[in-house]
């Protein structure tokens, strides 16, 4: 196939992709003109997996539970036999296909006697550095047969660079894969092409593959794939060969292994796309979590993503006028903008479609300036600043600190605390450990790495709305709380709790022989809730 497509690029003067364009003559004068580097995949990957290791390293912060408790924790007790299950589970509205990926790993590191606290604690990361890699050069490889090379060059810069890619695309989230399982997908199906002719079909079916599997990972997923299958529907010619070929027996086919696979995790059949919808979107139980006014995505979500880069983004989806690209950001979003829980991570595959325009945006100025100084004196070539380059140094003086505080700095107490009791109950020096803490707060067994007693607040939606669960009452009276569960329990070796819920607990802690004996600092300001400015570990005197 692909020497059938050089041969007929060789044969045929090049043609630019996006036509009726103003700005047609980016791909003209510089598509032809590749770098040695870039006209490399293999170097274009390698460039991006070093990128990502460095990435996955320096992320050291908590952003979202499911990065754990959705994916690391299920995986840690399918290889080592501990770990808990959220409620999720007993719901059966979660697929394991997700959690079997990073099992596998902790298998191989077992294996090799590498399930030591420092690989159990980064490697997760690292793995998902090589699938965010895959999605860099999938991003790549779109851009460029969408836009053009020259483009796709300055959207990789935009990928690269965004604060928010940084600080999320290596996290263990199941919309990170979703995210990876999208930009490879796009790639194949012929409709996102300006010129959808001259895919080969077969590329349409690894594009339905793709799709369905993102959908079987997270079935929300399928917003996205509705639009794009509606406007390969609208510009194919064989519409009954694609329905009836191809989307029924590929969707139909990965549905049922992906059954197959619950059946035999879960013990009985479970449908979880079909309990994922109906909770999520027919009941609304998201909203348990919390809820947003309907433009939240327009006015904030997406716009603190893009962050400065949101100038460049809008400017390259006008100029481009790539409107299927721009339908398919507006479609998710206000698809997603009906419910009314919300979080930034929902629309993660959306945020590489925005940077690819400001990839765009940033190879328009960078052909003015070339123009510029290529029609002007020598005198004022010197003189005349470059647009691009300002632009440049905007967005990396912006994102950089960014990145790096939100990575290194932000909400980090809660990953080094269980790290450091990881270390800990490895010198056997822990015995039981509770968390007078929201709950899900921390990561749990997949990052401890030990078989000892835990014990966690529990926040599982009630059957009736409206009644507090166990986390909401520990934060309505701690004091009362904690006197009536250690009056009721044995008394765990240390307690891990947060600064603010510690400073009305500490006469109670004291009084029943508790010491401090470690404080980790998490964060500089409040996120969702007061302020929680380090976690605080109590070990219980001897």
Known sequence: MNQRRNASSKSQPTKPLITKNPDISIQKGYKSQKSNFFSSERNIFTLCLAFRIVNSLLIQTYFNPDEHWQALEVAHRIVFGYGHLTWEWRKGIRSYFHPLLFAVLYKV????????????????????ALFSAV????????SNAIFGNFVAKWALFSQLANWFMFFCFNRTL???????????GLYYWPCMRASPSKVPLVLRKWGLAIAALACAIRPTSAITWVYVGLLELAVTCDRLKFLVLEVVPIGALVLALSCLLDRLMYGSWVIVPLNFLKFNFLSSGGDYYGTHKWHWYFSQGLTVMLFTFLPFSIAGSIKSKCWKLSGLIAWVLIVYSIQGHKEFRFVLPMLPIALMFSGYSLSVMAKSDSDSRRKGSPNSRMKRPSKVGFAIFVLLATNIPMALYMSLVHQRGTEDVMIYLSKEAQNEKVKGILFLMPCHATPYYSTL???LPMRILDCSPSEEKGI??????FMMDPVSFVSTLMTNGSLPSHVVLFDSEEKLLRDFLI?????????????????????QASVVVYALAN
């Open 511 to 531: 009084s029943h022989s508790f010491i401090e004996i470690r404080r980790f600092f998490h964060a500089h300001f409040k996120v969702d809730r007061d302020l």
């Open 449 to 451: 790495h030990y078989d």
């Open 174 to 184: 199941s919309n990170s894969l979703e995210t990876v399982l999208t930009l490879v």
């Open 468 to 473: 507090p669960d166990e986390s909401d009452h």
């Open 109 to 128: 590191l077992a294996l090799f006697g590498l399930d030591t606290p420092w690989f159990m604690a980064h490697a997760p990361r690292l793995l998902q």
């Open 135 to 142: 999605g860099d050069l999938y991003f790549y490889k779109l």
